[in-house]
C-alpha cells in the first residue's frame, strides 16, 4: 500500500482519532490502480471525529465512512492519504 500521511511527528501522537472513507472516484485509478483509494483525516478528540464523520456522509464521492482510533485501523487499501483535521 502507498501511504501519504500529511501528519508532522508529534501530530502522530496527538491526533489519535481518524475519520475515514473510500474515495469512489479516485479507486482504481493512478497510485491506486488495482485498489481502493482510502482516505483519513486525524484529529485530536473522538467527538471532532465523530462530528466529521457526519460531514463526510453528506457527501457523494465518498463510501464505507466510518471513524476509528488509529492504533486499531489496519486499512485495506491500494493507496491512502491521512490528512490532518481542521475546525470548520
Do not use: N
Not at 501511504?3 to 491526533?15: A, E, G, L, N
Not at 473522538?46 to 466510518?66: P, W
Amino acid at each position: 500500500m502507498i501511504t501519504s500521511d500529511r501528519r508532522t511527528d508529534s501530530q502522530k501522537i496527538t491526533h489519535r482519532y481518524f475519520t475515514t472513507a473510500t474515495d469512489r472516484c479516485m479507486s482504481g485509478r493512478g497510485e491506486a490502480k488495482g485498489g481502493a483509494s482510502k482516505c483519513a483525516w486525524a484529529w485530536e478528540t473522538m467527538a471532532e471525529a465523530i462530528a466529521h464523520q457526519a460531514v463526510l456522509k453528506e457527501r457523494g464521492d465518498l463510501r464505507y465512512v466510518a471513524w476509528h482510533h488509529a492504533m486499531s485501523w489496519k486499512p485495506r487499501a491500494a493507496h491512502l492519504s491521512i490528512y490532518v483535521g481542521r475546525d470548520r
